[in-house]
């Protein structure tokens, strides 16, 4: 149920978060450099894929070891269509790494790619990683940089 709850609410955010704008194709996969218009931890969404890709190393041993316990290893991975110039991120539970490639399965039901379905297992290059985040079965999580250059609920209601 709380896998669920958690699914649901990272499904929310990249809607929310995910660009659909064209971007150039000699760099596909490189992130908006937009900021955002509210105060967070990270300025930007660059800044919190930065950190999400320089902390990814703890997360691959803390999978490797089972060190944060049990619970849900998840990853945001861009994917883009370079001929319809499109993309959109999606969260994969993450399986393993293999010479820089990802594999996991796709969490959710993609939006812009007709041909990946809830439960495919795929392999992404690691330069498309956006965010990871361990869900615990108990306790706090860990990780969701990019979640946290989303507005608090509540934050954007104009005063009366």
Same mark, same amino acid.
């Given at each position: 149920? *709380? *896998?669920h709850?958690?699914?649901? @609410?990272? @499904? ?8 659909? =704008?064209? *971007?150039?194709k000699?760099q596909?996969? *490189?992130?908006?450099t937009s #900021?955002?218009g509210?105060d967070? =931890?990270? &300025?930007?969404?660059d ?13 691959? /041993?803390?999978? =490797?070891?089972s060190?944060?316990?049990?619970g849900d290893?998840i990853?945001?991975?861009t994917? $883009? +269509?370079?001929? &319809? ?5 999606? $969260? ?7 010479? +820089?490639? @990802?594999?996991?399965?796709?969490e #959710? +039901?993609?939006?812009?790619?007709p ?10 290059p690691? &330069? ?12 706090d999580h860990r ?8 507005p608090?609920?509540g934050?954007? /209601?104009?005063?009366?």
């Amino acid at each position: 149920m *709380k *896998k669920h709850f958690v699914v649901g @609410i990272l @499904i929310f955010t990249v809607l929310i978060g995910c660009s659909t =704008e064209a *971007k150039p194709k000699e760099q596909p996969s *490189k992130p908006s450099t937009s #900021s955002v218009g509210y105060d967070s =931890e990270f &300025r930007t969404m660059d800044e919190a894929v930065a950190e999400a890709r320089r902390t990814f190393p703890a997360f691959v /041993k803390a999978f =490797e070891a089972s060190a944060w316990g049990e619970g849900d290893y998840i990853v945001r991975m861009t994917f $883009f +269509d370079t001929k &319809r110039q499109i993309g959109e991120d999606l $969260f994969i539970t993450f399986e393993n790494l293999v010479d +820089d490639q @990802i594999t996991g399965v796709i969490e #959710s +039901d993609p939006q812009f790619f007709p041909d990946l379905k809830r439960g495919t297992r795929v392999t992404k290059p690691i &330069r498309e990683l956006r965010d990871w985040m361990f869900v615990p079965t108990d306790g706090d999580h860990r990780g969701g940089y990019t979640l946290r250059t989303l507005p608090d609920e509540g934050e954007n /209601k104009t005063a009366e």
